[in-house]
């Protein structure tokens, strides 16, 4: 079926492998007869949603299941060898040796009392025993060379690594022993787009060099469609597509599939919005402007978070502005300042005329009312101990909008109809008996119940499935004409932004390097810093090259180029001012 | 798993559905039913008690010295008597009515003093948390400072000084060093939820600070609190049974502690007595055992790791 440049035997077989794990409701079919081989330097990408099975296969494999689910049909066939017959010892013997894991988030994955070398250095002992300390090092200093760090690094210490820096010092621990198959879970799924373009071309340059196969997990079509050589997509715990990368692009054969595909939003591509949702906003009775920022500066102790910054959002007309940065790009620090839960170190920042640091009670419940927010982390935003319901019921009734439990709760229902969830459904629920998704849903229909007149969206999508991104995006565009509010969207997702906002805010290091309409500063970027943001995105496009030559792009570099070039500014559009001292 | 209805189930699978109906409710916790049931039986002895046995019998010379329980013999040939079951002491007192009186008060105190302790814990570990700065250093020394003083120590010195004092009084003592670990507890966690979602969301909502304290974060904390509660009852009733036992407790009430202090005091050891000492030390022993048991169900409750499923 599908044509291998590699004939001889694959690096991992997995012939019908079911996975369960018996819970008190029955047993669940974690994974359901999948099948599959991964050849000797070939990189094969596990996409699908959460709990669709990626990451308990991998673990399969490794004989790392949480207790109690089980493996309870199939083979897996790692180059030879029956991994479900090996016994504890030979297990723990085979891992890293042969076949190596690369955890999710490795900031959590090193120790935070040890040098990074001797880390390194304890998977060869577990497996080779007493080696000679001079050819430790040796070793250890290929293995950082290979991932593209300097040689000092094995004498840091994980906290004082960046993010990327610690994830590819987890590829170089994976590496060290040249295993045959490289299970990648995740790699970059905490970090920013710029290092994940670093760190995604290290691992396939290293993956190349030792030649192994790899096994990539994540969700993310566009990451996958410029770093492996074929795709299995996962729905569900069975395996619904398989094929190179080339085809599933081009003909994807399940609907599934072409979901996948199409939730990515391209820059420049079809906009998932509905256009026709046109209404007219409500007048508002202040003339005074929304908000308006006065030379905001924040510092935190020697460190400068956001550069002081000026400028007036009318909101007569209800727009989006986004405002679009790496992470430590002070976006989300203008965030909480604008919610007034951080106070600025200079400056003002004037809510209709009105200083939000000196409210009386009174302005200041108005003011809580009229600015709401949507937070990145739905799963942190809905208190365990109260049903869902509590998150929106309780704001209605403080700020005095119920007219009587009824009322309440037809304002709820109709609220969850406005965002497309069911609110017999889900309104009784506990926040854990809820998908992501839903919860964020809920969060914007809370605000949308309050219908304030500011509403910031601190990364409203990036803990969600890419699926859902976009309809959940179209729920909080629709809101802006809908119910005449204007929404601050703080993301570092340019091709979001690109599609729903009226004004761009490019952020470096907390100044402005970049702004206008998105069509110019994302469609057509001059600046070197959006260009460097651009070009870091993966993009489900084949044509497009993302991570080959690993030498000539340095994101470091790069960075301190754009440093130097001033903000650029890029038009205006009414109703929102920027000023541009 | 796979198996009909019909069919009988095997032992290991019942033992598992057993195992799965306690992952679903985690207050089925067996520890934890053990842990109260001890409990409980020492507050029925005590209230049942009351009704059924002649409580007059605490009193010094109201019956026979030294008798044994039934089915013993003393040195001097005596055997137990219906009339006193577990035997009396060397001032002629009932056991039975001494327990009934003695143990239920020696959980007062132990309940007391830690209520007390958990309050003031409650409000300085809140206020710590919450209002932070100057507050926060203050409260943080003070608790990390009183931490350090062995309470037993400071206790007997105002004991003595006192003289003779009540139930109360005492578990007010006591409460003045029990009240540090639930403050740097409850610190601790109201510290990491002041920065969680719910809580900025309660701020968005307009929430007073009182309904996010007690509202939002402290249905929350209820695991933390009940763990931290019955540890404070443990370490209470140890305190005073350890003045007790020194002869620094209440002169006047009947308590496990003062019923050992004089056993050993009247030389019960050698006149081999064992009932005297020995009773009230099982009774102590079973309350500890019971607030241990209590303790472990309820890390288990709130930790599902800790839940074992297979």
Same mark, same amino acid.
């Given at each position: 079926m599908l044509d291998h440049p590699n004939t001889d035997k694959p690096v991992l077989t997995l012939k019908d492998v079911s996975i369960e794990f018996p819970t008190p409701q029955g047993v669940v079919?974690?994974?359901?007869s999948l099948s599959l081989d991964i050849h000797k330097g070939r990189r094969v990408g596990f996409i699908g *949603?959460?709990?669709?099975g990626k990451t308990t296969t991998a673990l399969a494999v490794m004989q790392m =299941?949480?207790?109690?689910? #089980?493996?309870?049909?199939g083979s897996i066939d790692l180059g030879g060898t029956d991994v479900l017959a090996l016994g504890e010892d030979e297990m723990r013997r085979t891992r890293l040796s042969r076949v190596a894991y690369i955890p999710q988030g490795a900031m959590n994955s090193l /120790?935070?009392?040890?040098? +990074?070398e001797p880390q390194m250095w304890d998977g060869i002992i577990a497996h080779e025993g007493a080696v000679d300390r001079a050819e430790l090092k040796r070793r250890s200093d290929a293995a950082l060379h290979s991932v593209g @760090?300097?040689?000092?690094?094995?004498? =840091?210490?994980?906290?004082?690594?960046s993010g990327g820096m610690k994830q590819r010092v987890c590829i170089a621990m994976g590496i060290i022993l040249n295993p045959e198959l490289i299970i990648a879970d *995740? %790699?970059?799924?905490?970090?920013?787009v710029v290092t994940q373009r670093q760190v995604m071309q290290t691992l396939k340059a290293i993956q190349a060099e030792i030649g192994s196969g790899l096994m990539l997990i994540g969700h993310d079509m566009g990451l996958m469609a410029q770093t492996v050589d074929e795709l299995a997509v996962l729905k569900d715990g069975a395996l619904v597509e398989h094929g190179t990368v080339q085809q599933i692009l081009e003909a994807p054969k399940h609907p599934y599939t072409r979901d996948l595909i199409s939730s &990515?939003? @391209?820059? $420049? $591509?079809?906009?998932? =919005? /509905? %256009?026709?949702?046109r209404a007219q906003a409500p007048k508002r009775a202040?003339?005074?402007?929304?908000l308006r920022f006065e030379n905001v500066r924040k510092d935190y102790g020697p460190v400068t978070a956001l550069h002081p910054m000026s400028f007036t959002l009318q909101g007569d007309t209800p727009q989006i502005i986004s405002i679009v940065g790496q992470s430590g790009s002070g976006k989300s620090t203008m965030g909480s300042i604008m919610l007034g839960f951080n106070p600025p170190s200079q400056g003002k920042v004037l809510f209709e005329g009105q200083d939000v640091a000196g409210m009386n009670a009174a302005q200041s419940l108005d003011f809580r009312k009229n600015v709401q927010a949507v937070f990145q982390d739905p799963y942190a935003c809905? /208190?365990?101990?109260? #049903?869902?319901n509590h998150a929106l019921k309780f704001p209605f009734k403080q700020f005095g909008l119920s007219k009587s439990a009824a009322h309440t709760q037809t304002a709820m229902e109709q609220a969850c109809q406005a965002v497309g969830l069911d609110p017999d459904l889900v309104l /009784?629920?506990?926040?854990? !008996?809820?998908?992501g998704g839903q919860r964020q849903r809920l969060v914007v229909a809370r605000a949308l119940m309050l219908s304030p007149k500011l509403l910031i969206a601190d990364?409203?999508?990036?803990? +969600?499935d890419a699926s859902l991104r976009a309809s959940i995006l179209s729920n909080i565009y629709d809101l802006k004409d809908q119910y005449g509010i204007s929404i601050l969207y703080i993301t570092h997702d340019l091709a979001t932004a690109y599609h729903v906002s009226d004004y761009v805010m490019v952020l470096f290091k907390g100044n402005v390097v970049e702004a206008g309409p998105p069509k110019e500063v994302?469609?057509? %970027? !001059?600046h070197p810093y959006t260009r460097l943001l651009i070009d870091s995105i993966p993009w489900p496009d084949l044509a497009r090259s993302w $991570?080959?030559? #690993? !030498?000539?792009?340095d994101p470091a570099k790069l960075e301190a180029e754009a440093a130097q070039v001033p903000a650029v500014y890029r038009g205006t559009v009414p109703g929102f001012d920027l000023s541009t001292t | 798993m796979t198996q009909p209805n019909d069919m009988p189930l095997t032992r290991a699978e019942k033992r598992q559905a057993r195992r799965f109906r306690q992952f679903d409710n985690p207050w089925l916790n067996p520890k934890l039913i053990w842990g109260a049931g001890l409990l409980l039986s020492i507050v029925l002895i005590g209230l049942l008690g009351r009704f059924v046995w002649? @409580?007059? =019998? &605490?009193?010094?010379?109201s019956s026979p010295l030294k008798l044994p329980p039934i089915g013993f013999e003393n040195l001097r040939g005596q055997s137990g008597v219906a009339a006193h079951p577990i035997g009396t002491d060397g001032g002629g007192r009932d056991m039975l009515a001494m327990i009934i009186v003695g143990a239920p008060n020696t959980l007062f105190v132990g309940l007391l003093a830690s209520l007390i302790g958990m309050s003031i814990g409650i409000f300085l570990g809140f206020s710590a948390g919450f209002l932070g700065g100057r507050v926060d250093d203050t409260i943080r020394v003070g608790a990390d400072v009183m931490i350090t003083i062995p309470p037993l120590l400071i206790l007997v010195v105002f004991q003595s000084a006192f003289g003779d004092v009540s139930l109360t009084m005492m578990a007010l003592l006591i409460a003045g060093f029990v009240w540090q670990s639930p403050t740097r507890l409850i610190r601790a966690q109201v510290l990491s939820m002041k920065q969680s979602g719910y809580v900025q969301m309660a701020q968005l909502s307009g929430a007073s600070t009182s309904h996010i304290m007690f509202r939002e974060m402290m249905p929350n904390l209820v695991p933390y609190l009940f763990g931290s509660f019955i540890a404070s009852v443990t370490t209470s009733i140890v305190t005073a049974v350890g003045l007790e036992v020194l002869g @620094? $407790?209440? !002169?006047r009430i009947p308590t496990l502690g003062r019923t050992i202090y004089e056993a050993i005091n009247a030389g019960a050891l050698i006149q081999n007595l064992w009932w005297w000492w020995g009773i009230p030390t099982l009774l102590l022993g079973i309350i500890f055992i019971g607030l241990l048991l209590i303790n472990l169900g309820l890390d288990e409750v709130s930790n599902p790791r800790l839940r074992k499923l297979s």
């Open positions: 079919q974690a994974v359901k *949603e959460s709990g669709s =299941l949480a207790e109690p689910g #089980r493996v309870s049909g /120790n935070p009392v040890m040098r +990074v @760090l300097p040689l000092h690094t094995a004498d =840091l210490f994980p906290h004082e690594l *995740e %790699p970059t799924s905490a970090l920013d &990515v939003p @391209l820059v $420049g $591509g079809e906009s998932f =919005l /509905n %256009p026709d949702a202040s003339s005074e402007p929304l809905f /208190n365990p101990f109260y #049903r869902v /009784n629920r506990y926040p854990h !008996q809820l998908s990364e409203p999508v990036s803990m +969600v994302i469609g057509a %970027p !001059q $991570g080959d030559g #690993r !030498q000539d792009w | 002649d @409580l007059d =019998l &605490v009193f010094t010379g @620094l $407790g209440p !002169q």
